[in-house]
């Protein structure tokens, strides 16, 4: 298992590192090359500046059990579909049961917007809630993943 972070806008990364020390987990940020991250504990790799090449990167390494951290729907869907966990850098935990409707919401408010029509698609401020939503999930996904490879040996 690696916690693998779509860092170039993610407020938790201290929370995300936190959970992983405490379990002594890999983490490895990944940002585009416009970004500079620096963490005592987390490799970071850069990645080429381009449309959404951190996210292709991310999905292209992520493997089943990993923990991806990433507001897209599209990665989020693509890593479920390799068996790894997804969580957003809210703590909401992306699933087979809700990722559906996400990208269909992302599609409608898209569809809208090249219409001329405007949605509220500006992203509510980080709370302390997020916060301790972004830890408590990341734990529960870390065991939840030991758990079932408990339960496979």
């Not at 972070?5 to 990364?13: F, T």
């Not at 490895?28 to 504990?41: A, E, G, K, Q, V």
């Not at 599609?107 to 992203?123: D, L, M, Q, Y």
Request: aromatic letters at 6%; proline letters at 2%.
């Amino acid at each position: 298992m690696r916690i693998l972070v779509d860092a170039d806008a993610c407020p938790g990364r201290d929370l995300i590192e936190k959970a992983a020390m405490k379990y002594e987990i890999e983490v490895i940020m990944y940002c585009d090359m416009n970004h500079i991250l620096r963490s005592d504990y987390s490799v970071v790799k850069y990645i080429e500046s381009g449309f959404q090449s951190v996210d292709m990167a991310i999905a292209n390494v992520a493997k089943a059990g990993d923990i991806v951290v990433t507001q897209d729907y599209g990665v989020a869907a693509m890593v479920l579909g390799k068996k790894a966990y997804a969580i957003s850098p809210k703590g909401r935990i992306y699933s087979d049961e809700n990722i559906d409707r996400l990208l269909f919401e992302r599609h409608i408010s898209a569809k809208v917007r090249r219409g001329g029509g405007k949605t509220s698609n500006h992203p509510k401020k980080r709370t302390s809630e997020d916060d301790e939503r972004l830890y408590k999930n990341m734990l529960l996904l870390i065991k939840k993943h030991r758990e079932k490879t408990d339960n496979r040996l």
